[in-house]
Nanobody, 116 residues
Framework: QVQLVESGGGLVQPGGSLRLSCAASGRILSSAVMGWYRQAPGKQRELAATITSGGSTNYADSVKGRFTISRDNAKNTVYLQMNSLKPEDTAVYYC??????????WGQGTQVTVSS
């Protein structure tokens, strides 16, 4: 069974930075796509960024140029470096590990609040 544990959320002022980490435990195959989704109050969960084991990345238009996703395959850990944070980035951020539509996993979520 795969477990995902996020860390690194918190309160930050607009323009500030945060780095999220997600450690995956269990048997992780190289085919796994890992990533981050976020859900703001009253809104649907949306993609922030994903990364394959080979390092191919995908970003939502809203975070391009500000967020950077990276992955340490040896540690089964994925990171999200968030710079130039805006109030609209406030959300619960969820780590995601995906094999197929029927075989995917979510972390418990970590709160990111951007406010002065």
């Amino acid at each position: 069974q795969v477990q995902l544990v996020e860390s690194g959320g918190g309160l930050v002022q607009p323009g500030g930075s945060l780095r999220l980490s997600c450690a995956a435990s269990g048997r992780i195959l190289s085919s796994a796509v890992m990533g981050w989704y976020r859900q703001a109050p009253g809104k649907q969960r949306e993609l922030a960024a994903t990364i394959t084991s080979g390092g191919s990345t995908n970003y939502a238009d809203s975070v391009k140029g500000r967020f950077t996703i990276s992955r340490d395959n040896a540690k089964n850990t994925v990171y999200l470096q968030m710079n130039s944070l805006k109030p609209e980035d406030t959300a619960v951020y969820y780590c995601h590990l995906y094999y197929t539509i029927l075989n995917k996993y979510w972390g418990q979520g970590t709160q990111v609040t951007v406010s002065s």
